[in-house]
């Protein structure tokens, strides 16, 4: 992939609406250039929006700051979605033969298509992988039927939906924001991809993404992704709790939590010790007996979701966490004594392919950002032009030297602004060639053989912004006519 795109991801999430940009360079490492992020609590809850126009206004408030830093117009952007409607479902299909026939590619496609044609009432099917087949109603399964003969064939498919109006509720947001969606993301499957190995995958996993409202919990298994609930509980419960409980401001919480964590599971802490707060002395056992009740609850949650997977015994490579919540001291012993039966987990704070720091406020560590920086490692279309003399400019002296200048004219005596034009002439006939292959089902993403996927949050996207004003008028003449009944 070239280095020279501009990739720009926006995250909705509990407690902040974060956008970055940056350059994917050739080893496939993330260069970060930018970073932006506002609260966003009183629009946002378990990842849903609930107030539009603020949620749209915060939109716009992180993308002119990304433009300020970059001294550019940022003209289009990836979205990462994880909200508590988020969910897989598994569907089958049966496919069955007059008599003994060869399983052809033909086959796989219509039974492939004809899942991706279920409705679901209230929700949307965003992703769509095939799982195992099983031939002749017996025992055993194959993830690649063709050749096969049979009388009869079963598929199963992985599919993931998001409530519709969660989903719609997004794609407005953007347009009263008057901000292009490029393509949108599952955020803990990107998220699995930059941190999950293949082994991971294959062994079985459960990547548990410990948020501020919502904990999400992905199970793997063979290579394929099992189950996903979003389970409706985060860290900020912890701080709402603290602060309620101890009388305190929430900021106050959030420091307590972040300081002392679990900090009766650490042997060598001496509990009996107190700290002043407000005037009255607390001490450090109560501090985190009220963050130990409450992780208790939410890891019982994770641990009862794992286990409605039907995966929880054969997860040999255990637990990742990731997440803000994950760096809750102690919290991976919290796991390991509440869930003895698996591995100690590990936490998952950046990719693994790499990041380099260009953005200096940008909080390094913390893992509440991986989601946003594993949705601009897939974007592959560039989303603004740069202007690298302003980006120099404002560089130190020092750093200023270290920047190597292109020629004004290359090799061939072509102007910098010649060659500009036509990289994007030759990026716009590319798009137009990628289109006609498309064309036939815009946004899949498949793969030849038993195992195919797709994603179709592009092509909704992109009937949702055609449909405008329309949906909400729509939806307000429908709520007129039952008043009137």
Same mark, same amino acid.
């Given at each position: 992939?070239?280095?020279?795109?501009? @990739?720009? =991801?926006?995250?909705?999430?509990?407690?902040?609406?974060?956008?970055?940009?940056?350059?994917?360079?050739?080893?496939?490492?993330?260069?970060?250039?930018?970073?932006?992020?506002?609260?966003?609590?009183?629009?946002?809850?378990?990842?849903?929006?609930? *107030?539009?126009?603020?949620?749209?206004?915060?939109?716009?408030?992180?993308?002119?700051?990304?433009?300020?830093?970059?001294?550019?117009?940022?003209?289009?952007?990836?979205?990462?979605? %994880?909200?508590?409607?988020?969910?897989?479902?598994?569907?089958?299909?049966?496919?069955?033969?007059?008599?003994?026939?060869?399983?052809?590619?033909?086959?796989?496609?219509?039974?492939?298509?004809?899942?991706?044609? @279920?409705?679901?009432?209230?929700?949307?099917?965003?992703?769509?992988?095939?799982?195992?087949? /099983?031939?002749?109603?017996?025992?055993?399964?194959?993830?690649?039927?063709?050749?096969?003969?049979?009388?009869?064939?079963?598929?199963?498919?992985?599919?993931?939906?998001?409530?519709?109006?969660?989903?719609?509720? @997004?794609?407005?947001?953007?347009?009263?924001?008057?901000?292009?969606?490029?393509?949108?993301?599952?955020?803990?499957? /990107?998220?699995?991809? &930059?941190?999950?190995?293949?082994?991971?995958?294959?062994?079985?996993? &459960?990547?548990?993404?410990?948020?501020?409202?919502?904990?999400? /919990? +992905?199970?793997?298994? %063979?290579?394929?992704?099992?189950?996903?609930?979003?389970?409706?509980?985060?860290?900020?419960?912890?701080?709402?709790?603290?602060?309620?409980?101890?009388?305190?401001?929430?900021?106050?919480?959030?420091?307590?939590?972040?300081?002392?964590?679990?900090?009766?599971?650490?042997?060598?802490?001496?509990?009996?010790?107190?700290?002043?707060? *407000?005037?009255?002395?607390?001490?450090?056992?109560?501090?985190?007996?009220?963050?130990?009740?409450?992780?208790?609850?939410?890891?019982?949650?994770?641990?009862?979701?794992?286990?409605?997977?039907?995966? +929880?015994?054969?997860?040999?490579?255990?637990?990742?966490?990731?997440?803000?919540?994950?760096?809750?001291?102690?919290?991976?012993?919290?796991?390991?004594?509440?869930?003895?039966?698996?591995?100690?987990?590990?936490?998952?704070?950046?990719?693994?392919?790499?990041?380099?720091?260009?953005?200096?406020?940008?909080?390094?560590?913390?893992?509440?950002?991986?989601?946003?920086?594993?949705?601009? =490692?897939?974007?592959?279309?560039?989303?603004?032009?740069?202007?690298?003399?302003?980006?120099?400019?404002?560089?130190?002296?020092?750093?200023?030297?270290?920047?190597?200048?292109?020629?004004?004219?290359?090799?061939?005596?072509?102007?910098?602004?010649?060659?500009?034009?036509?990289?994007?002439?030759?990026?716009?006939?590319?798009?137009?060639?990628?289109? =006609? &292959?498309?064309?036939?089902?815009?946004? *899949?993403?498949?793969?030849?053989?038993?195992?195919?996927?797709?994603?179709?949050?592009?092509?909704?996207?992109?009937?949702?912004?055609?449909?405008?004003?329309?949906?909400?008028?729509?939806?307000?003449?429908?709520?007129?006519?039952?008043?009137?009944?």
């Amino acid at each position: 992939m070239e280095n020279d795109k501009t @990739i720009v =991801a926006i995250e909705l999430g509990s407690s902040k609406i974060s956008g970055v940009a940056g350059q994917i360079q050739y080893d496939g490492s993330l260069r970060v250039m930018a970073y932006a992020s506002v609260p966003s609590s009183a629009c946002i809850r378990h990842g849903a929006v609930y *107030n539009l126009d603020k949620t749209a206004n915060a939109i716009v408030e992180v993308v002119e700051r990304l433009n300020g830093i970059l001294s550019t117009r940022i003209e289009k952007v990836y979205v990462g979605y %994880n909200a508590k409607g988020l969910k897989s479902v598994i569907s089958r299909v049966e496919h069955q033969f007059d008599d003994e026939t060869v399983v052809s590619q033909e086959v796989i496609d219509d039974m492939f298509q004809q899942c991706s044609e @279920i409705e679901y009432e209230g929700y949307v099917n965003l992703f769509q992988e095939s799982q195992e087949y /099983v031939v002749d109603h017996m025992r055993g399964t194959e993830t690649d039927p063709m050749g096969v003969a049979c009388r009869s064939l079963e598929g199963s498919y992985l599919n993931i939906l998001l409530r519709k109006q969660v989903a719609d509720y @997004i794609a407005q947001c953007f347009r009263m924001a008057q901000v292009e969606i490029v393509d949108g993301y599952v955020a803990p499957m /990107v998220q699995a991809d &930059a941190v999950l190995s293949d082994d991971d995958r294959q062994q079985g996993c &459960a990547l548990v993404d410990y948020g501020a409202d919502t904990t999400t /919990v +992905s199970v793997y298994k %063979n290579g394929m992704l099992r189950y996903l609930r979003v389970i409706p509980l985060g860290s900020a419960l912890i701080t709402r709790d603290l602060s309620a409980i101890l009388k305190i401001e929430p900021e106050q919480a959030e420091q307590l939590k972040c300081t002392y964590g679990l900090c009766n599971l650490i042997g060598s802490q001496d509990n009996e010790e107190t700290i002043l707060l *407000n005037d009255r002395k607390v001490s450090l056992n109560e501090i985190g007996e009220i963050i130990e009740a409450r992780n208790e609850e939410i890891i019982r949650n994770v641990n009862t979701q794992i286990k409605a997977s039907g995966y +929880s015994d054969v997860l040999y490579a255990g637990i990742v966490l990731t997440g803000g919540g994950s760096q809750l001291r102690q919290l991976d012993q919290a796991f390991k004594d509440m869930m003895p039966s698996m591995r100690q987990p590990r936490i998952a704070t950046e990719p693994e392919c790499g990041v380099i720091w260009n953005e200096p406020r940008w909080k390094r560590g913390d893992g509440s950002q991986l989601a946003l920086l594993s949705v601009m =490692a897939k974007g592959d279309e560039n989303c603004c032009e740069l202007k690298p003399m302003d980006e120099i400019d404002k560089m130190a002296p020092e750093d200023q030297n270290k920047v190597i200048q292109q020629s004004l004219f290359t090799e061939e005596g072509e102007s910098a602004q010649e060659e500009r034009d036509r990289k994007e002439q030759e990026e716009r006939m590319q798009a137009v060639e990628a289109a =006609a &292959a498309t064309k036939e089902d815009e946004g *899949n993403k498949e793969q030849q053989g038993g195992v195919k996927k797709k994603s179709v949050f592009k092509r909704w996207i992109d009937n949702f912004m055609t449909m405008g004003e329309d949906f909400f008028d729509d939806k307000e003449d429908k709520n007129e006519k039952k008043t009137e009944n």
